[in-house]
Every structure is written in structure tokens, then in C-alpha cells.
Nanobody, 121 residues
């Protein structure tokens, strides 16, 4: 069984920084991609950043130049470094992994439980 555990969400002042972490526990044979999504109250969940197993990263336009996604493959961990935070970045951030369970036959989608990021003045 694969489980994603997130951490790092907090209350931060506008202009500040946070680093989110997400570790995939359980038995995973391979990871195709990892990503962060976010959902603000009353809004749809949106993709924030993705990174492939080859290290290619992509970002939604609103966070380019401010957020950085990275991974520690040995630890099955993905990070999201968030700098120059704005009010509109406040949301619940969800970790996503496209992975192959050790005894599975196909890649599957896994989601974390979410971590709250609040941005204050």
C-alpha cells in the first residue's frame, strides 16, 4: 500500500517562504512523475508544478520564478520551495505521485491528504 505524507504547510506573511515536503511510503517499484496541486476555497484544484523521473519540471504561469519543485529519488520525496508568497497562493496543497506499486501491474495515481498554506499581511 502506498501512502503520501505531506508536511510544511503553515501561516506565513506575504513575501515570505515555505517549503513543502511529500514522502511516498510503502512499496513503490517506480515513479513516473510527481507534482503539487492546490485548491483554494471556492475554486477548482489546479496543477502548480510537476517533475518527471527525468527531472523535467513545469510550472503554472502564476508561480514561475517563485516556486521550485525538486525531488530526492532515494527517499521518494518531492519538495516545493515557495518564495515571495502572495495572498493568492493561499490554498490546500496536495501532493501527487504517478507510481508503480511493487506488486502492481500498472502505474497508478496517488494523492496526499493536503497541507494548508495560509498567507497573511
Amino acid at each position: 500500500q502506498v501512502k503520501l505524507v505531506e508536511s510544511g504547510g503553515d501561516l506565513v506573511q506575504a513575501g515570505g517562504s515555505l517549503r513543502l515536503s511529500c514522502t511516498a511510503s510503502g512499496t513503490i517499484a517506480a515513479i513516473n512523475a510527481m507534482a503539487w496541486h492546490r485548491q483554494a476555497p471556492g475554486k477548482q484544484r489546479e496543477l502548480v508544478a510537476t517533475i518527471t523521473s527525468g527531472g523535467n519540471a513545469n510550472y503554472t504561469d502564476s508561480v514561475k520564478g517563485r516556486f521550485t519543485i525538486s525531488t530526492n529519488s532515494a527517499k521518494n520525496t518531492v519538495y516545493l520551495q515557495m518564495n515571495s508568497l502572495k495572498f493568492e497562493d493561499a490554498a490546500v496543497y496536495y501532493c501527487y505521485v504517478r507510481g508503480l506499486p511493487t506488486f502492481g501491474r500498472s502505474f497508478q495515481d496517488f494523492w496526499g491528504q493536503g497541507t494548508q498554506v495560509t498567507v497573511s499581511s
